[in-house]
């Protein structure tokens, strides 16, 4: 149980388009939703938190026009990278919150994004 | 605001010999803390994890730690390293009053050597 699915894996997209990215809990409902940015060989990074059915909060220098996050249900979560551009380029990787568990996240398989 | 330290963000052993990767954390309210490997452009796998139950937590592939509260660490042991056990470990750290979103280490790299 607890799986968390994140699509698509891999996307490659031209500079100045949009790209959405899914996370969704399969077989839980999962109250908060964290969405983590990594650069090559280096660690995760709190990009922003969301709650269902609420605006998401941002990290401090996270540009929430840039990266829209939207959290309509309790199983899915959506990252859009907008306009992006090739500094974008990134592993992106979202993590679920069970409502039933305290302290404990699952984690999606991550979204390789690369902007020409 | 909770955060973790990594030592050596590099670690080399030999096959079956003990592995150790170093975790000290700093919270100001009881941790949860946690140890996740990540195989390359994967996402991370749970190895255990500590909440507040037994200290001594015991995780999947051989792994454990030791949660010190008087050294403020949570190091990863493994008795006998197995090649397939090279990967990137990460320790992570959240508490109630982070939202229980996780800030994670830096990062150590174990390498296997036959």
């Known amino acids: 149980g607890a799986v968390v699915s994140q699509h698509p894996s891999w996307v490659i997209c031209k500079s100045g388009t949009s790209v959405k990215i899914e996370c969704r809990s399969l077989?839980?409902?999962?109250?908060?939703m964290f969405w983590y940015r990594q650069f090559p060989k280096q660690s995760l990074m709190l990009m922003a938190t969301?709650?269902?059915?609420?605006?998401?909060?941002?990290e401090q220098g996270v540009e929430k026009d840039k990266f829209l996050i939207n959290h309509a249900s309790l199983t899915l979560s959506t990252l859009t990278v907008t306009s992006a551009h090739p500094e974008d380029s990134s592993f992106y990787i979202c993590?679920?919150?069970?409502?039933?568990?305290?302290?404990?996240?699952?984690f999606g398989e991550g979204s390789r994004l690369t902007v020409l | 605001a909770q955060s973790v330290t990594q030592l050596g963000s590099h670690v080399s052993v030999s096959e079956g010999a003990l592995v150790l990767l170093r975790c000290n954390y700093s919270s100001s309210v009881p941790p949860y803390l946690f140890w996740y490997v990540q195989y390359p452009n994967q996402g991370l796998q749970l190895l255990l994890k500590y909440t507040s139950a037994a200290t001594l937590v015991k995780g999947i592939n051989g792994f454990e730690a030791e949660f010190k509260k008087s050294e403020t660490s949570f190091h990863l042991t493994k008795p006998s390293a197995h090649m397939s056990d090279a990967a990137e470990y990460f320790c992570a750290v959240s508490d109630l009053y982070s939202g229980y979103a996780l800030n994670f280490g830096k990062g150590t790299s174990l390498l296997v050597t036959p």
């Open positions: 969301s709650n269902e059915g609420s605006k998401a909060t941002y």
């Open positions: 077989d839980f409902q999962a109250t908060t």
């Open positions: 993590s679920a919150k069970p409502r039933e568990r305290v302290g404990e996240l699952f």
